[in-house]
């Protein structure tokens, strides 16, 4: 998209020279050129969509290496909770300011009632999908034993679904740099 943005703004200074010069081998050599970067453009295959492939535990969660704020942490997909949950003692280990969250949102976990205070993840990466600005949830001290992978992360992906013992996440084509391919291991 940006590229055909670039070829539009080429296009619109070129035909604005060519205007106030008048040249016509100037025309055509301009022609020639936005004809070239155009077909150029067109031409490239699109990226394929970064993906990640998580197999199934023996216990039958999707456990993975997550990357927070660039700190791996380990975390557990968990489709029913509406947003990523992180331990309090990964959000210490991250280096999130604590003591200045507000353990104001009532949550129900496995283990029951308990607080938990929203901040937004600056980068929450699982392999080479990277979300930015992720809405989060810390719960208190000793709460939970294991980070969660929420829908707030889970629903910026294009699609993740789960095939045998599989579940694979795939992000947006646009997001990714073309060095990147499918994985299956998750850092």
Not at 21 to 35: E, L, T
Not at 99 to 111: C, K
């Amino acid at each position: 998209m940006i590229r055909f943005l670039l070829v539009l703004i080429m296009l619109a200074g070129t035909a604005g020279a060519v205007v106030a010069y008048g040249d016509p081998d100037q025309i055509a050599r301009a022609s020639n050129k936005v004809s070239h970067m155009f077909r150029a453009h067109t031409a490239s295959p699109p990226s394929p969509a970064p993906a990640v492939q998580i197999q199934r535990g023996q216990g039958g969660e999707f456990a993975l290496r997550a990357k927070i704020n660039g700190v791996a942490a380990p975390m557990v997909i968990d489709t029913g909770a509406t947003s990523v949950v992180l331990t309090w003692e990964t959000a210490k280990a991250i280096g999130l300011p604590l003591e200045m969250l507000e353990y104001d949102v009532d949550l129900e976990t496995a283990g029951g009632h308990t607080k938990a205070a929203r901040l937004t993840l600056d980068r929450l990466a699982v392999g080479h999908l990277v979300e930015k600005s992720v809405p989060a949830l810390v719960v208190q001290r000793g709460q939970m034993k294991t980070n969660l992978l929420g829908m707030s992360f889970l629903d910026r992906l294009e699609s993740w679904g789960v095939r045998a013992d599989k579940l694979m996440l795939t992000g947006y084509p646009e997001l990714q740099s073309s060095h990147r391919r499918s994985r299956t291991a998750v850092d």
